[in-house]
């Protein structure tokens, strides 16, 4: 039997070890040691145990003697099998602690004869230029001062080839190697050939007929390889995005009306030069549907449907959506609770109709499952506090259990931006009505250093610097400071926000800013503001907000000249002190409407100065826009209205308080090239009005170009006014002229969403303009929206 062992463990530990090769000779000899045995030898003798007096271990260095008995599961004295033995050496094996294992029965006494691996001495990266090894590091569980497990080292390489992969460069390639070294250690290398970042050549569709392939590959966060593909991270292939794109075209579908969009497959396939992919997304849309009967029932008697009937939003006819009904049931909910009830839910029954394309839906109101939260678990949250990320549940440990509220959850913990991947998981607790809630975060950097290069036609050429850390320390707060500088303006402000102020859906912000004009366009003086905002912002509906403000700043004007400018300028040079206290209202169904290809905007601000400092005054505007996708949601049509008014309570208004309208408020005109000016003055400076009115038309639409080109084409339509003056008494003792004229203004704009930031061109022509106003063929400035 000792022969028999020994050749059979020699076997294993050659064919484990693929640096040597088995001799032919010892492959016979070792067959016909086993073979002819077994033949001549009768049975009984095969099943015959061995009594061990003594177990020899040799060949360890760091793990102890004893240890490696407990290993084997063997003890001196006893009498073992051939079946015991064969696992005592597959125990060994198993510990991850040895490279080779040989076990050799002599006589009575069992020599184990064991080769640790080796410690590894320290890791290193080779090859790596795009991920550094502090990227690299955290991914491997290969350590300095820990026992070398081929195993684990090839589970590392594959780690960092996943991250590679995650970048786009789905050539890369990872070897592990070891380099010996004395004292059974190792150091262990990970050869790294990172290849080139393989690039999305084209995405395309089959199977959509009601929007085109451009309208749909904005929805995708994956992106066609374009004209700044050196700049763009989003044109590089990545396996996990694909799966992202899939479930934001069934998202955007659904929310249309398409309950039956399906993705039917996503192919990927190189391009000839094997450098890029073609995507292709095969889907199947099927038909539109909307929202038929809508009824609202219960079994419980403490519930009146009417109630919840009021609170349902949504009406037949509209464009049936997930989230509209989800919504709904949300407020449902809200109003139970409101009620002081529990453990009711609030469950949609659809009922389908295929031939008017409706889908009936009841909101039946019963008694929900007696499950309950008993745990709250959050992992992963390396830098975020628990208590930002629970800010975001609108359920405690105790509550009732509600699936939505999860869904819910983990949809607000995305839109924090704080985190790569969210994922949320439920598991039994300690009782059957009871779940454990365990929420998985990952981190992504959250602090921002930019430094930007710009021009504008009304400031000219600036540059600006900007730091800004969205979750200061963790703790969900936003700080920002920002420098910027043209020609004639230099802004400097520092801002801090809290969103959760007292544990409440509260913003509490500060604000400190410092802002100088020099040699304004068409003004020949000086402005010097600076001052500081506190503000808190809350909600006060579904889809409106209210935030209450107090402004304190001291505003200069000088540099006037005392013989060339007006003496309206010069009656109001020098400082003055503003103590205001404002709120705006905002009312915006853009992002979460009923509608997703339409919504509106109302925002309506005022501000009142005279608590202390030297102004008084009323403050007042309003921005009142509508927007809506045709065709496909290749159109989008926009209306914006803007108003605004000054009233003095005491006193005349001063050119820093006083209307003007740059040009993207109303285009075709110079800064400060509308409105009253003294022009019976040398220096005709702009003086600005008490009151504006503008209201402006646009329509986008793609120009036909690849769409990683970015650019698209408008025309638009502005129409308004500035008007009005307190002090009407120019030079010479004549009356300025400060009444009420409408400009029209028609033109066309080229939108391009640019690696350097979204540019917009505008070349306008005023169809009517008054004889001293200065108006403007091309205006270039960074694009905003309202």
Sequence with gaps: MSCLSTYAAEIVRHGARRARTIPRRVLIATFLAISLPAVLAPAPALAQNMQISEIAVEGNQRIEAATVRTFLGISEGQAASPGQINQGYQNLLGTGLFETVVIEPQGNRLVVRVQEFPTINRVNFEGNRKLKDEVLEPLIDSRPRVVYRPDVAERDAEQIAEAYRQTGRTAARVRPVIIRRPQNRVDLVFEIREGGETEIERISFVGNRSFSDSRLREELESRQAGLFRRLVNTDTFVADRIEVDKQKLKDFYNDRGFIDFEVLSVTSEFTRERDAFFVTFRVREGLPFKFGQLTTTTDLSVIEPARFDAVRKIRPGNTYSPRLVDDTIARMERLITRDGLTLIKVVPRVTRNDAAQTLDVEFFITRGDRVFVERVDVEGNTTTLDRVIRQQLQFVEGDPYNPRALRDAERRLRALDFFEKVETATTRGSTPEQVIVTIKVVEKPTGSLGFGLSFNTDLGPGASVTFQERNFL???QDIRASFDTTGSTKDVSLTFSEPAFLDRDLALGFSVFFREQTDNENADFETRSVGFTPS???????????QVRYRVSLDRLEGLNTLNSSPILLRDE????????????????????????????????????????SQKYLRSTILAGAERMIFGDSIKLTSTFEGGALVMFEGDSRVTERFFLPSSQMRGFEFRGIGPRDTFAQFDDGLGGNYFIVNRFEAQFPLGLPQEVGMKGGVFYDVGSLWGLDDKNGAGGNKVDDGFSLRHVVGVSLFWESALGPLRFDFSHPLKKEGEDEDRFFNFAVSTAF
Aim: charged share 20%; aromatic share 10%.
């Design 536 to 546: 808190l912002t809350f909600p006060v509906a579904e889809f409106a907000r209210l």
């Design 474 to 476: 963790g703790r969900g």
């Design 574 to 613: 020098g400082t003055e002190t503003t103590s205001a206290v404002g709120y705006t209202y905002t009312f915006d169904t853009r992002r979460r409407g009923l509608d997703p290809t339409a919504g509106v905007v109302l925002r309506v601000s005022q501000d009142a100065a005279g608590l202390g400092g």
